[in-house]
């Protein structure tokens, strides 16, 4: 068990005390918490949240393909799958014998308890209305913004971070001890935690300048619905998951093996833009079409290196609340009134209390 702190200097001159961390490798369970950075409010519509850019079309070629996705692979440290892809196509020898050279090169990264945890909001989109609203100083304190976000991921990037889910870091053995499992990484590349509390678009942040949803564009992306101050309506990068998932596209190396981040939800307000909650909205056909709709970006967003954890179902105190009240928040979330997710081995815990007191 160790926490440290880690401070982002992004390029835009952006700086920030960005998270302190704690990870605690928990029997059955790997609990992450975090206090949230401070931010300072721009006074205009954020220009960098940008609608999702079209697709390079297929390539005709199957051997072509393959290579690329070789060395997309191996760009992504997972060198034994490019490898096992590589053999049997002709006139790959060389591109096999550069994977193995970086293979041999990559050192395990020595303590997986020193792992930094980042961890973020959903991110502000128009300043100008969030730090308007009643609740500007939550958001000045507790949330980023989009251009702020994308300098931090540069930030990062320049540094040599790399994304890593909390399920590679560790595992259980067969006396129910966390151990660490080895992550390989060339030398200068540091792995990260990266976690997104609730992303729940809650009701009370709907005219606040934050998108609305995440949904599957038909090109199969995960993006966001977003409607500006005009009440225009958007679709695009306007949160972390669209623009981490464009960033890892453009820097393979910027992902362990397709790893992203986790998403730590709550349940009063549904999910990731949806009413889902039967709980709070009942069973309806609208709640249960709802459900269908956060199912299906879910499902996507799993596919593509994303994790879910709980967050509690109510925001709740973990340190102060009775253990009746915890009782009843894990029912509320339990997958019978909740039935599109199934329950979480992970704890992001809500107002940065992680004291196993
Ligand atoms: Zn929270």
Redesign the pocket.
């Known amino acids: 068990m160790s926490s440290r702190g880690y401070a982002v200097t992004g390029r835009s001159g952006v700086s920030r005390a960005a998270t302190r961390v704690t990870m605690v490798l928990a029997a059955g369970a790997l609990m992450v918490g975090c206090v949230p950075s401070t931010s300072s409010p721009q006074q205009a519509v954020d220009q960098s949240a940008t609608p999702s850019s079209t697709s390079a079309s297929p390539t005709t070629d199957p051997t072509k393909a393959v290579r690329a996705e070789a060395d997309r692979l191996a760009a992504s440290y997972d060198y034994g799958k490019a490898v096992r892809l590589l053999k049997g196509v002709a006139g790959s020898e060389s591109q096999i014998s550069t994977i193995e050279a970086a293979k041999a090169a990559a050192k395990r990264f020595p303590d997986n308890t020193t792992i930094s945890h980042l961890f973020y909001?959903s991110l502000i989109v128009d300043t100008k209305r969030a730090f308007a609203s009643p609740t500007a100083k939550g958001y000045d304190d507790?949330m980023a913004t989009v251009g702020e976000f994308r300098a931090h991921l540069e930030d990062l990037y320049d540094r040599g971070y790399v994304l890593v889910s909390p399920e590679r870091i560790g595992q259980l053995d067969e006396t129910g001890t966390m151990v660490p499992s080895p992550i390989y990484l060339p030398p200068g590349k540091t792995p990260f935690v990266l976690s997104i509390?609730?992303v729940s678009y809650y009701e009370y942040m709907k005219v606040d300048g934050f998108a609305q949803r995440l949904v599957v564009n038909p090109r199969g992306e995960v993006v966001n619905d977003y409607v500006d101050a005009a009440g225009q309506k958007h679709q695009g990068r306007y949160d972390v998951v669209p623009i981490v998932d464009d960033f890892v596209t453009k820097h393979p190396d910027f992902s362990y093996r397709g790893d992203k981040g986790t998403i730590?939800l709550?349940g009063y307000n549904g999910v990731l833009g949806y009413r889902t909650s039967v709980r709070e909205y009942g069973d309806t056909p609208t709640t249960r079409s709802e459900i269908a709709k956060a199912t299906t970006v879910a499902t996507a967003m799993r596919a593509d290196g994303w994790r879910f954890a709980s967050?509690s179902w109510g925001?709740i105190n973990f340190t102060t609340d009775s253990v009746a009240s915890l009782r009843a928040d894990a029912q509320h979330g339990a997958p019978r009134s909740n039935p599109s997710w199934a329950r979480p081995r992970n704890l992001?815990s809500?107002?940065a209390r992680t004291s196993p007191g």
Do not use: K, N, Q, V
């Open positions: 909001h507790y509390d609730d730590g709550t967050h925001h992001s809500p107002s």
